[in-house]
């Protein structure tokens, strides 16, 4: 079905049209509706199905032409980046209408973002502790909120925020629409949902622990001291176009980007100490291609939007299985395909048990192919797995050739 036929206002779907999609993905064919009907949706949907252009799409719509004081749409977003990526979102969307849309989030000065609200706009885009900050600077107020959209619920709990979000909720009228989403509804979750959402619709895609389809993951075992030695290698042999690196913490990102670059590569670096100007750069330059590889940490990278990022590697095992989902699902985004790798010493043998467990499947062990590995072997040695790389489990319809027909005489597998 083309976007056409979902009752769309026309200067939305001319921006539709101008940002290139030409088919709804399924979570954009199934929310549309259901928003345009005027229900509240709780919806679960794994990274890059298209959710921010399936709840964009149809609350422009609904906003229609009519202007009331202060804005009619609230968008909470866990982190400064995603806000300002959704915000992006929506102007792209309404580039052909004259819904203002601003961004609100913290690490950045307090004036541009109080001249934008106070000239008016009718779409808010917000981390919850900025925003609540102008709350009570009076400087925003939430009376004329038609449609709340409340995005990736499951990281504001985790980042603390989940107090703030109650309270931001209560500010709202009661008589209003409201978005839920979240990846995982865990009991203090499913608490507020059914505090903020009345008889919502429920759409689910895909399985929740699922990783995209379209990527391959595999583990690297090797022993701590020879890690960095094996990342570098790995940058050698693979052909790479863009390659996120997750680190567990910011002073470990900090340090492999400074290794990295020691090796010449031209790194950018993402993580929460960064100044926001620092973060801008960084994603840009990793974007726009200045940078071919970026180290981030989970948080600062969590639902970040980049094009083409063809590898994930895992310099650090994530601690938090979902972590790995997200993580990973920065690579295959809207269809593409991309590599997942984690880096996992012996010690991590747990963690990578934790995953494999919360993922359902079994990730392959790879070994690379002339690398001077120090130990024989850096995990125990395992039966050769029964099936293909990548492909088991809520894995369907994926080719089952390599991606870039690439590792051929590199890889070997264990
Ligand atoms: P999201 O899950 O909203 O972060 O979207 C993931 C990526 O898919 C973004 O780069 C979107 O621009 C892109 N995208 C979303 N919907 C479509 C569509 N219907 N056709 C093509 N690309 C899309």
Same mark, same amino acid.
């Given at each position: 079905?083309?976007?056409?036929?979902?009752?769309?206002?026309?200067?939305?779907?001319?921006?539709?049209?101008?940002?290139?999609?030409?088919?709804?993905?399924?979570?954009?064919?199934?929310?549309?509706?259901?928003?345009?009907?005027?229900?509240?949706?709780?919806?679960?949907?794994?990274?890059?199905?298209?959710?921010?252009?399936?709840?964009?799409?149809?609350?422009?719509?609904?906003?229609?032409?009519?202007?009331?004081?202060?804005?009619?749409?609230?968008?909470?977003?866990?982190?400064? $980046?995603? #806000? !300002?990526?959704?915000?992006? *979102?929506? /102007? =792209?969307? +309404? @580039?052909?209408?004259?819904?203002?849309?601003?961004? %609100?989030?913290?690490?950045?000065?307090?004036?541009?973002?109080?001249?934008?609200?106070?000239?008016?706009?009718?779409?808010?885009?917000?981390?919850?502790?900025?925003?609540?900050?102008?709350?009570?600077?009076?400087?925003?107020?939430?009376?004329?909120?038609?449609?709340?959209?409340?995005?990736?619920?499951?990281?504001?709990?985790?980042?603390?925020?989940?107090?703030?979000?109650?309270?931001?909720?209560?500010?709202?009228?009661?008589?209003?629409?409201?978005?839920?989403?979240?990846?995982?509804?865990?009991? $203090?979750? #499913? !608490?507020?949902?059914?505090? *903020?959402? /009345? =008889?919502? +619709? @429920?759409?689910?895609?895909?399985?929740?622990?699922? %990783?995209?389809?379209?990527?391959?993951?595999?583990?690297?075992?090797?022993?701590?001291?020879?890690?960095?030695?094996?990342?570098?290698?790995?940058?050698?042999?693979?052909?790479?176009?863009?390659?996120?690196?997750f680190?567990r913490t910011?002073?470990?990102?900090?340090?492999?980007?400074?290794?990295?670059?020691?090796?010449?590569?031209?790194?950018?670096?993402?993580?929460?100490?960064?100044?926001?100007?620092?973060?801008?750069?960084?994603?840009?330059?990793?974007?726009?291609?200045?940078?071919?590889?970026?180290?981030?940490?989970d948080?600062?990278?969590?639902?970040?939007?980049?094009?083409?990022?063809?590898?994930?590697?895992n310099?650090d095992v994530p601690e938090n299985p979902e972590d790995y989902?997200?993580r990973?699902?920065?690579?295959?985004?809207?269809?593409?395909?991309?590599?997942?790798?984690?880096?996992?010493?012996?010690?991590n043998?747990s963690d990578v048990?934790a995953i494999?467990?919360?993922?359902?499947?079994?990730?392959?062990?790879?070994?690379?192919?002339?690398?001077?590995?120090?130990?024989?072997?850096?995990?125990?040695?395992?039966?050769?797995?029964?099936?293909?790389?990548?492909?088991?489990?809520?894995?369907?319809?994926?080719?089952?050739?390599?991606?870039?027909?690439?590792?051929?005489?590199?890889?070997?597998?264990?």
């Open positions: 079905m083309p976007f056409t036929k979902l009752g769309l206002a026309p200067n939305f779907l001319r921006g539709v049209q101008a940002m290139g999609y030409t088919e709804p993905t399924p979570i954009q064919l199934r929310a549309i509706p259901a928003v345009m009907s005027g229900r509240d949706l709780i919806g679960s949907a794994q990274t890059g199905t298209g959710k921010t252009a399936a709840f964009a799409l149809p609350v422009l719509s609904l906003l229609g032409i009519h202007k009331k004081e202060g804005p009619r749409v609230l968008v909470l977003e866990p982190t400064r $980046e995603l #806000a !300002a990526q959704v915000e992006t *979102a929506f /102007r =792209d969307f +309404a @580039r052909f209408s004259d819904i203002r849309a601003t961004v %609100v989030h913290g690490g950045v000065g307090y004036g541009r973002q109080r001249s934008e609200l106070r000239a008016g706009t009718d779409i808010v885009v917000a981390t919850p502790g900025r925003l609540m900050d102008f709350l009570q600077e009076g400087e925003i107020r939430l009376g004329g909120v038609q449609i709340l959209v409340l995005d990736e619920v499951d990281r504001m709990l985790d980042m603390g925020f989940i107090h703030d979000v109650k309270r931001i909720i209560q500010r709202c009228p009661p008589k209003r629409q409201t978005l839920f989403f979240s990846a995982t509804v865990p009991p $203090e979750i #499913a !608490a507020v949902a059914s505090f *903020a959402l /009345r =008889d919502p +619709a @429920r759409i689910e895609i895909g399985a929740t622990r699922s %990783v995209p389809s379209l990527v391959t993951h595999a583990i690297y075992p090797v022993h701590q001291e020879q890690k960095f030695e094996l990342l570098l290698a790995l940058l050698a042999a693979i052909d790479f176009n863009s390659v996120l690196i680190s910011k002073h470990g990102a900090d340090r492999i980007a400074k290794r990295l670059r020691d090796a010449n590569h031209s790194v950018a670096v993402l993580h929460a100490n960064r100044s926001q100007n620092q973060r801008i750069e960084a994603l840009e330059g990793f974007r726009s291609g200045r940078y071919e590889v970026m180290v981030a940490t948080i600062a990278a969590r639902g970040i939007d980049v094009a083409g990022v063809s590898h994930v590697i310099y989902v997200h990973i699902g920065r690579t295959g985004r809207a269809q593409a395909v991309g590599d997942a790798f984690t880096l996992a010493s012996p010690e043998a048990r494999e467990r919360f993922i359902g499947m079994e990730i392959p062990r790879l070994k690379l192919e002339g690398f001077p590995y120090k130990h024989a072997s850096a995990f125990p040695q395992r039966p050769e797995p029964q099936r293909q790389r990548g492909r088991q489990g809520p894995f369907q319809g994926a080719p089952s050739h390599h991606p870039r027909g690439k590792p051929g005489a590199h890889w070997r597998r264990r």
